[in-house]
């Protein structure tokens, strides 16, 4: 199989090729002519009549064969140039001698020969092969000449004005050749930026989430991205008419165009798909033949606001917990000390052990705010999941009491490695094994909570926390992973929001997934060790998703 760069090369010079073979045909029809006519239509006078046909039949015939393999030969082009162009002088050289009234003839079309050649051939061989023409014409005139007969002059400045003229047409058309070379490989790698470009381009309005709409003045959608379509209701294909599809559009769109104000009110225009906010720009300056129509998601723009808002109360909140903190940590202190005295009545003792539940609790929501906060940067890992789970569920049972709680671990039996920041998916896991602890349970029954890991599909590494409690309500697992979303009544709502976030952080996914017969699973999809030092976008994709 040829490489990329013959192939390319092949196709750039085929033209020249099949030209030059077809002239060669044509001047092989010529000689044949010449050397076949019958006597009274005979122009000619042949000086060797055997000689003359017996090459030009010849050379017929070799016109024929490499005119037919001229696709095979174009693979080893210089080669089967300089070949040929061996075959042309030597052949023209022979039909001067055997034809020599026609020497002009012969040589003007030996130019072209060399003239096409050269558009394939480097400048030297070129050139080589105008200065073997010459010599051929030179020596034919000088050897013609009998030794008592003087050198015809006439004819030996023919000779040398056509070696002239050779040299000349040679590298005239080796330039040439390397410029129309050189400007087709410009043309070709422009083609492909071009098309680059527009697929990139195609990408990306077809990916936004803003919607996109070309209308024509019959109200006929003829493009739409994705964004664009859903936003419509996901109409049929073969419904492309902006009246039908959505009246409402179709009214905003005439209101603009007759009157050039915009109805900036958000509005629904199908069933089941967020409201949008229409905007419409003409696509030429003073041309109503077409209008693009830009649908703003107003959900994108409030979820914009919502993370402006946590931006600036994660700001605010941290300021308030550090000023909490001190008064909160002197409390606690107070309270060990008073729990340390040994006449304090039980009902006193009570009322310290209520301080201090109290002082851990409003601690764990000035860790959760700070970490809302302070967002720090992973650093990532490769890690074996496996060995990472059972050192994690060592920990975890060495600093808490599970009483008859059980926490254990299954291991594919295949190891897979992830990529994370060991510290950061610590404190995901962690808190979702405290929730499956404390809320993955039936009533009377212990917590039963495993934490799973497996390759998924493509060899993704995969991370589940799983229990056998009663599960969440699908209205309620639909905002668990909101910020300040709680249904409990000392929860913050803000545990499984900075697990997401922590997760996304280290390019991987958390989500909430019903076992079947019940019970809850929280999946965090990572990162496989080997897109990392591949670099295979895909695959790294495939794990954020």
Known sequence: MPSPAPRRATTATRHELFFLNYFRLAQAVVYVALAFAPVDMRWIRLTHPDLAQSVVIAYLLAAVAILLLTRRLAVIAPVTVSLTLVVDIGVAVMAVIAMHDARIGIAMMLAVNLSAGALVLPLRLSLFFASLATLGMLGHTTLETSPNTPIDSHELLEAALFGLAYFATTTLC??????????????????????????????????????????????????MNESGWMLLGSPPADQRDLGKLAPELSRRLYHWMTSGKLDETSTQL??????????????????????????????????????????????????????????????????????????????????????????????????????????????????????????????????????????????????VAAVADPQQLQQVVWNLVQNALRYGRLPGEPARVMVVTRPGEHGVPILEVIDRGPGIAPKVAAQIFEPFYTTHEYGTGLGLYLARQMTEANQASLEYVRVAGGGSCFRITLTPAHARQTGDPAIADESVR
């Not at 680059?196 to 003045?217: C, H, Y």
Request: charged share 25%; aromatic share 4%; with cysteine.
């Open 174 to 223: 080796h330039v040439l050749g390397r410029q129309l070379r050189a400007t087709e490989a410009l043309a070709e790698q422009r083609s492909i930026d071009l098309a680059n470009l527009a697929q990139v381009n195609e990408l990306i309005i077809r990916r936004m989430k803003t919607g996109v709409l070309l209308v024509d003045d019959a109200n006929h959608i003829h493009q």
């Open 270 to 415: 199908a069933d089941g798909t967020p409201e949008v906010v229409p905007r419409f720009t003409r696509l030429a300056p003073n041309d109503d033949s077409h209008v693009l129509i830009f649908l703003d998601d107003t959900s994108l723009v409030s979820r914009r606001a919502e993370e402006l808002t946590l931006s600036s109360l994660g700001r605010l909140s941290a300021s308030i917990a550090h000023e909490i903190r001190n008064p909160l940590a002197a409390i606690r202190y107070s309270a060990q000390l008073l729990a340390e005295s040994r006449n304090m009545p039980p009902t006193d003792q009570r009322m310290v052990e209520i301080i201090n539940n109290h002082c851990v609790r409003l601690n764990e929501i000035i860790e959760n705010i700070l970490q809302l906060s302070r967002r720090e940067r992973s650093r990532p890992e490769t890690l074996d999941l496996g060995n990472w789970a059972n050192a994690f569920v060592e920990e975890y049972r060495q600093g808490n009491d599970l009483g008859e709680d059980s926490l254990r671990v299954i291991n594919s039996s295949a190891p």
